[in-house]
């Protein structure tokens, strides 16, 4: 059983800024911070050193190691890109989309059913299954 499941540790809210040392370069800031907006972590690195180099001198190095002091370790195991992590982001940058997406793909899967359903239902299942029994021959196939 998992501290989640045990209640001692509260599932943290999805929308909540973390520190991602498991995808993380040296803390995990630019990553954790990737992950909240939804973007890759590769250009946030980049955006930040772009910004030390070009704007904020010293600001940008000692605004880093601050989050990296104050903000919490992603407590959730296992945090890779996966699946969740895709839609996750998904979800956080184009919402509508995604939704729409979802929406379409469980219209496809209701029709499939309903497809599916009429097909067991008919008088055609009944026929190819007494077809089926028949070309097993007798003895072989299940009693029925």
């Known amino acids: 059983m998992s501290q989640y499941e045990e209640g001692l540790v509260k599932e943290p809210t999805p929308n909540r800024l973390y520190r991602n ?46 989050l990296a002091l104050l903000l919490p370790k992603d407590p959730r195991p296992g945090r890779m890109d996966g699946e969740e992590d895709s839609i996750e982001r998904r979800v956080r940058t184009e919402p509508h989309a995604t939704l729409n997406s979802v929406r379409h793909r469980f219209r496809e899967l209701e029709g499939r059913l309903q497809r599916l359903e009429k097909y067991v239902t008919s008088e055609r299942f009944k026929l190819d299954r007494e077809f089926e029994r028949l070309k097993e021959g007798p003895g072989e196939g299940p009693a029925g």
């Not at 973007?39 to 690195?45: E, G, L, M, P, S």
């Open 21 to 66: 040392a498991d995808k993380g370069m040296l803390a995990g800031v630019c990553a954790g911070i990737a992950d909240y907006f939804g973007f890759d972590a590769n250009i946030v690195r980049v955006l930040v050193v772009i910004a030390t180099l070009f704007f904020g001198g010293p600001l940008i190095p000692i605004a880093y190691v601050v």
